[in-house]
């Protein structure tokens, strides 16, 4: 079975940061391209960042130079360091797990990311 389990979600002032880790279980991990979506309220889900097979990583502009993705294939965990967080980063953040060239995702549950003015 498998399962994407997210936390490190919070409530956080402007400026600060935060440490989102995905623990991944049931999928051979080293084959699969892991992304962190984000959803706020009334808006649709967007990509964040993404880290490939290869270990090459994408960031929206929104958050590049403040977010960092990073995976450990012997944890099979993907992480998203948050520094420079602002109200706007305010979502519930998703991870999210791709085999490239098949029709499966596997989606987390989700961790609430709420920083104040």
């Keep these: 079975q498998v399962q994407l389990v997210e936390s490190g979600g919070g409530l956080v002032q402007a400026g600060g940061s935060l440490r989102l880790s995905c623990a991944a279980s049931g999928i051979r991990f ?11 309220p009334g808006k ?11 270990g090459s990583t994408n960031y929206a502009d929104s958050v590049k130079g403040r977010f960092t993705i ?13 520094n420079s967080l602002k109200p706007e980063d ?25 920083v104040s003015s």
């Design 30 to 40: 080293s084959i699969y391209a892991m992304n962190w979506y984000r959803q706020a």
């Design 44 to 54: 649709q889900r967007e990509l964040v960042a993404t880290i490939s097979t290869e």
């Design 70 to 82: 990073s995976s450990d294939n012997a944890k099979t965990t993907v992480n998203l360091q948050m």
């Design 90 to 114: 305010t979502a519930v953040y998703y991870c999210n797990a791709r085999r490239p060239g098949w029709p499966l995702v596997y989606w987390g549950q989700g961790t609430q990311v709420t």
